[in-house]
């Protein structure tokens, strides 16, 4: 007991040390900015392999560090995609003017002017630039608009972004210049640009074959004249130039940030951008923590009210669970995301099932006893010993879930596995040993065992003593028990038949825009609005006070801005971007595909444990009870016309965890029951009732637990986390009952056709025999 305080004292004070010195990493939905996933693609001359993306990074970073973003983050994922996060950027196409313009840099000469398009005059005005497609002809020669919109006819490249060493803005106050960019080129760099400036510098002054142009993303960023002093064939010598053209300081910035990007070795397309406002993240942490404070007070309340000074202990627990999961988030660097912070609040009422289940064996333990032989320390001792199994088997599963969201789900609910895997283990910590050395302490004090009734498991419980008066014959009714659920199974998914499911962006590709009016605006209205503007196939919602979204297909960021406009005049001019989500139609296809491959490998790795761990007939039944709960719940949210994105997606793999864990924790104590002194001879259902009813107790504690931390969610989140804690809302009722009333009765079906008994789990006897007239002391 000595070593078990010290250690449990050494963690949580590891724990506190690293909470207070260590911050967690926000991810850009909690904390505001925009995070864009470009992919690399094949070119003509260069392949978009692992080499190819991370050269393109190391460009990506040098326009971006120009940008003076704060904290920038770019990453490499997998060969070919690269994650961009900015911290504060707001705007989308502000990113998108440096990273949009992925083509390589090229330095081209004018030929002259395009016969389609006379030059601009000084009455005119310049021509405006829709910038055109770019016509190229067989010769090599290519149509671009200038910067004054002129078109012009430029020749075959002749330099890249390659050959560049640096591009800086400068101001020359001596000569009233004004702005221009200094332009440093490389040993090859330089020999070219005297060629390309030499071939020009042979031109007439004012011919338009006297220009050089410099041409990114299929677009003329500059197209200097030569000056007059320079030589025919001769050229700019010397290995740097300058480009003048009356700029002002931001244009000078921006056209050496844009030549010092270089070439990108191969192209990029961006397959999704998401960007949240400040607001919004601020109230997801606002809204959460206060549902994580309510939450865990009442689930606090209810487990003191069932178990008394034990319960007390647990909440001291289960505060010390939060500081070390904390911990170890901040301490691995992971990031915590929206649904990161939701999986850590869910895990609040999960870490609750540990002391659940030993407190409910310590409490069949001293019942056991008898009146010569009472004693609360040898049945807590027991209740710990005889709990681990099913503690560990059911937090597996869990884990299970979580391993396979970080494997093959991505963006923040990937951060969601991380954070669920990790309050599990934090939970079986807390459980295992922190609440351990609370309560072997507390049961040693004379004043406790004086008093048995004050710790908790001095008595068998309401629910307990309900169940030995009554002793119900559930499994008696095996085949009703089915019956029900397979007409509530047919229910729910008829609602994807007549209702169809609302699939999110994720899963369709287009784009999602989030916006808070200051006035409510009538969703009819604003389609017809929209349908005005352009937008006739845009799909709006309004959500709460104020909340409208706008989807579709595909929109570009000048068409997002305009559809902005738009619902801002709507508003009366109080409309704020929230949320601004784009997801590309491959990245789409390719997320229904991950989320289909989610599901198979969850079922599958589930069965395989399950059929290790138990036999086969038990397994089914769990994977069967699993398939139930989720098709229940993808069924309820098609009628309710609530979306099928990636956070149900997160919901929908932790309610295939936790209703396996129901299902593996009776499962569990049939194995056990199986190999008891006085089990033969007793049928396969009298067995798994028995084991049905000694954990019913457990499973209504454990989810009134996470019902209450799910019920502040749910009314505290909004938006999506609203969605998420009612999908693990229906998960966990659904699973309590599919656990007793699906799995169970299945169970018995499939062993009684089989015509063999489960396996036992030691095949050690039992200090008492079973008893059909007393279930609960088996």
Not at 616 to 632: E, R, S, T
Not at 703 to 730: E, H, K, P
């Amino acid at each position: 007991m000595r070593v078990r305080a010290l250690l449990a004292l050494a963690i949580v004070a590891l724990s506190v040390y690293i909470a207070v010195t260590v911050p967690a990493r926000l991810g850009l939905d909690l904390r505001g900015g925009t995070q864009i996933v470009l992919e690399t693609r094949d070119s003509p001359t260069a392949t978009a392999d692992a080499k190819a993306t991370d050269r393109t990074v190391e460009v990506l970073r040098r326009r971006i560090d120009a940008l003076g973003v704060t904290e920038p983050v770019l990453t490499r994922s997998g060969d070919r995609r690269i994650i961009v996060e900015l911290p504060g950027v707001q705007d989308p196409r502000a990113a998108a003017d440096v990273l949009g313009r992925t083509a390589q840099l090229t330095f081209h000469p004018v030929l002259g002017m395009a016969q389609d398009a006379p030059p601009a005059t000084p009455e005119q005005g310049p021509k405006p630039s829709p910038t055109p497609s770019p016509s190229a002809s067989p010769s090599g020669e290519t149509v671009l608009a200038d910067e004054d919109g002129t078109r012009l006819r430029l020749g075959p490249s002749k330099m890249t972004g390659a050959d560049v060493s640096e591009a800086q803005a400068v101001i020359d106050t001596q000569n009233a210049l004004g702005w221009y960019v200094d332009v440093e080129f490389k040993d090859k760099g330089a020999d070219g640009w005297a060629r390309l400036t030499g071939k020009a510098a042979c031109s007439a002054p004012g011919d338009p074959a006297r220009r050089v142009a410099i041409v990114l993303d299929d677009k003329v960023i500059s197209s200097p004249q030569v000056d007059e002093s320079i030589g025919c064939d001769t050229g700019i010598v010397g290995g740097s130039t300058r480009i003048t053209g009356g700029f002002s300081a931001d244009e000078a910035r921006e056209l050496a940030l844009l030549i010092n990007g270089g070439a990108l070795p191969v192209p990029v397309e961006t397959v999704e951008q998401r960007t949240v406002g400040p607001t919004l993240g601020a109230e997801a942490i606002r809204s959460s923590a206060l549902a994580a404070v309510i939450g865990t007070a009442l689930t606090g309340l209810f487990i003191i009210a069932v178990y008394r000074l034990l319960g007390g202990l647990a909440v001291l627990a289960l505060a010390s669970y939060g500081v070390i999961s904390y911990a170890a988030l901040a301490a691995l660097g992971a990031t915590l995301t929206l649904p990161g912070l939701a999986g850590f609040v869910l895990a609040i009422g999960m870490a609750v099932d540990a002391n659940v289940l030993v407190f409910e064996r310590a409490r069949e333990e001293y019942a056991q006893r008898g009146t010569a032989r009472k004693s609360l320390r040898s049945a807590l001792t027991a209740g710990f010993r005889h709990a681990l199994s099913a503690i560990a088997d059911s937090n597996i599963t869990t884990l299970i879930a979580a391993v396979l969201l970080f494997l093959l789900a991505s963006g923040p609910v990937r951060g969601f596995g991380v954070t669920l895997g990790i309050g599990v283990l934090a939970s079986m910590v807390s459980a295992l040993v922190v609440t351990r050395a609370l309560a072997d302490f507390a049961v040693a004090r004379k004043a406790v065992r004086r008093r048995p009734l004050w710790s908790g498991i001095g008595s068998t419980g309401a629910v307990r003593a309900r169940l030995l008066r009554r002793d119900p014959d559930l499994m008696g009714r095996s085949r009703r028990w089915l019956t029900v659920s397979a007409v509530a199974v047919l229910l729910a998914v008829s609602g994807i038949f007549v209702r169809g499911l609302d699939l999110g962006v994720e899963f369709t590709g287009g784009r999602l825009v989030e916006y808070s009016t200051s006035s409510p605006v009538d969703a009819d209205r604003a389609r017809d609005a929209l349908a005005d503007a352009g937008f006739p196939r845009a799909v709006v919602q309004t959500s709460g006070e104020g909340g409208l979204t706008v989807r579709t297909d595909r929109m570009s960021n000048d068409e997002a801005a305009r559809i902005g406009e738009t619902v801002s005049e709507l508003a009366g001019g109080g409309a704020e971007k929230v949320r601004d989500e784009l997801i590309g139609p491959s990245l789409g296809a390719e997320l229904r595909k991950g989320a289909l491959i989610a599901l198979a490998v969850a079922v599958g790795a589930q069965l395989l444990y399950l059929a290790v761990r138990f036999r086969w007939q038990l397994g089914a039944a769990a994977v069967v009870a699993m398939v139930h709960d989720a098709a229940i719940l993808v069924g309820v949210f098609a009628w309710l016309g609530k979306p099928v994105d990636g956070v149900f997606l997160a919901a929908l793999l932790t309610v295939i965890g936790y209703s396996v864990n129901d299902s593996v924790v009776v499962f569990d104590r049939v194995r056990e029951l199986t190999g008891a002194t006085g089990a033969r001879g007793k049928s396969i259902a009298r067995l798994t009732n028995t084991a049905l009813l000694q954990t019913v107790p457990r499973t209504l504690n454990t989810g009134m637990g996470a019902v209450f931390i799910l019920a502040a969610l749910a009314v505290l989140g909004g938006g999506s986390l609203t969605d998420f804690a009612l999908a693990l809302l229906i998960g966990i009722v659904v699973g309590t009952y599919s656990s007793m009333l699906t799995a169970a009765p299945l169970a018995v079906v499939l062993q009684e056709r089989g015509g063999r008994r489960p396996r036992s789990g030691t095949g050690r006897p039992a200090r008492r025999p079973v008893r059909e007239e007393e279930p609960s002391r088996a």
